[in-house]
């Protein structure tokens, strides 16, 4: 057992001993349970996460070893509470979750922690999560999100690929190309966001990015999905799949090269 992928919750106790735990990189998955529009169901965040996380770990060298930690599928998305069908816990809550998880696999003797994440409205609580647990565990915590992991520019247009933030092209590509059962084609259309006016307008001010402001998703469209699904076809859906997969395990392979302080 000294290398390749393994499932945290499938091991027995004793099966740690075998496991090179300073060397290893657990991962964390997590998502959120949200309303996407009128056209996707409301697992998205978790039916994406899980896709990229098995298509990345089943090219992970096999010197490599990773531990996989149960996928937490409900996340912080306050943003979309006034749709129906939405779950969120509470920012407190999900940091002391994610914290207390953290310090768990610390207390196992794993030394380095992914949080590999598909949804944007929790980056900041993670980047949170990985400086608390670098001071309450000595743990090195590293986050990334599929949108990050690859360039996707030359996939859609620009201006989708900047407010098409939610249930716009990408998304909905890849749930044409993962569950296409579960997408309702009849209701695909574009979804424009009102980010985009106020960007053209400002200087700085944009509703994502370094200087963004806060909104609920009614504000930028009041059908809840924001960007141009009508771009969104199966085979753009394969290859933004397979971009993050191979980003996501680049990403695993550069953590894997940095040295974990001790605390």
Partial sequence: MA????????????????????????VLPVAAIEQHGPH????????????????????????????????????????HTSFPGTLTFSAETLLATWREIGESVARAGVRKL????????????????ARQLRVSAGLFV????WSQLATYDDLVTPE?????????????SL????????VRN?????FPSTGQQVADSSTHLAPTGRNAYGWMTEDLNE??????????????????????AKGLVEYLEDVDRVTAQSS
Wanted: negative net charge; aromatic residues 4%.
């Fill in 142 to 145: 590293a986050t990334a999100g």
């Fill in 40 to 79: 996707l169901p409301l697992e998205v965040d978790a039916v994406i996460n899980d896709a990229i996380l098995t298509a990345a770990l089943a090219e992970v060298p096999e010197a490599l070893s990773v531990l996989v930690l149960p996928a937490q599928v409900i996340g912080y998305s306050e943003e």
């Fill in 114 to 129: 992914v949080i590999f994440n598909s949804h944007g409205g929790q980056n900041e609580l993670m980047a949170v999560v």
């Fill in 223 to 244: 059908t809840g999905a924001v960007g141009d699904a009508t771009q969104a076809t199966s085979a753009l859906g394969e290859e933004i799949l397979h971009r993050a």
């Fill in 160 to 172: 989708e690929r900047q407010f098409g933030i939610h249930g716009g092209a990408l998304e909905t």
């Fill in 186 to 190: 009849d209701r695909i259309r574009n």
């Fill in 3 to 26: 290398g390749g992928v393994q499932y945290w919750p499938t091991l027995t106790t004793d099966d740690f001993t075998d496991v090179d735990l300073a060397k290893s990189i657990a």
């Fill in 175 to 182: 749930m044409l190309h993962i569950a296409p059962e579960k």
